[in-house]
């Protein structure tokens, strides 16, 4: 590969195609001291190649995120970093003009403030007639231990609670392994259920013939009977009154009530 080395024979920098030919006789020292020039330069040169990479990487990245815009997460962080840094309690206007200079939208500024009160991130309280909000970097660190300790215990419960209930699993499970005998006892089983649904269905079709059914008809048929008879009353009570109401128009009241449904053969249901 080609390289510069420092040339102690000539004492000037010499540019190389081949190790071997910058190297040399490895037995003369000064060949040895060139070979580790040699070696140091190219290490110099591969670092180099490897910083060059990652920067260019990192400007990738930064110019895909600003095509794609900042998701939830990283417009979280970046809020955050604004009261942590600063450890100041701030107004819903301080904060737009600090965002912004973030990188974050003005329009999704209040909704990634309101995400972070919801989710404990950041304090909010009222004074007077202004909003404050605040987050301590020690505060939030507090907060994120008793929510690991809350989801550490809850972990605890949750596997407590599957123990138990693979243990009531394996219990139920017990003598209903799969045998020959049980098997048998499932196609019985399958059988007398089938049968259970035909005998239902053809007893379906003699329901009208069940004195049960038979009765309740019966009770039903009287029920509306009586409550015929009893709207019966109603109109003639209604018709009566009209008569004394209106004395001398009976001719045209009787004209009204046929045309309202009501025949002049009304009487009771026997």
Not at 28 to 51: L, M
Not at 200 to 208: E, F, N
Not at 225 to 235: K, Y
């Amino acid at each position: 590969l080609p390289g510069k080395v420092w040339d102690t024979s000539s004492g000037s920098i010499v540019t190389v195609t081949d190790r071997n030919a910058c190297v040399g006789d490895t037995s003369d020292p000064n060949v040895q001291t060139r070979e580790g020039e040699y070696r140091s330069c190219r290490s110099r040169s591969n670092r180099s190649e490897r910083q060059q990479t990652a920067k260019k990487h990192e400007l990738e990245a930064q110019i895909m995120s600003k095509k794609r815009g900042l998701s939830l997460e990283e417009k979280q962080q970046r809020m955050l970093s604004i009261f942590h840094e600063t450890a100041d309690f701030y107004q819903l206007k301080d904060i737009e003009k600090l965002s912004v200079a973030k990188g974050i939208t003005a329009q999704s500024v209040k909704d990634v403030l309101q995400s972070l009160v919801d989710d404990d991130l950041v304090n909010s309280d009222k004074i007077g007639t202004s909003n404050y909000f605040w987050s301590l970097p020690s505060e939030a660190g507090n907060k994120l231990q008793m929510r690991c300790a809350q989801l550490e215990s809850r972990a605890e419960t949750l596997s407590r609670k599957k123990e138990e209930l693979e243990s009531k699993l394996d219990e139920a499970c017990r003598g209903k392994e799969d045998s020959e005998e049980r098997t048998k006892q499932l196609e019985q089983l399958a059988q007398l259920q089938k049968e259970n649904k035909e005998l239902k269905s053809t007893l379906q079709q003699y329901k009208d013939d069940d004195p049960s059914t038979f009765e309740a008809l019966k009770d039903a048929t009287q029920k509306a009977r009586n409550a015929a008879n009893r709207w019966t009353d109603n109109i003639w009570n209604v018709e009566s009154w009209c008569n004394k109401k209106f004395v001398g128009n009976e001719a045209e009241l009787n004209k009204h009530f046929r045309a309202c449904g009501v025949p002049e053969d009304l009487d009771y249901l026997v």
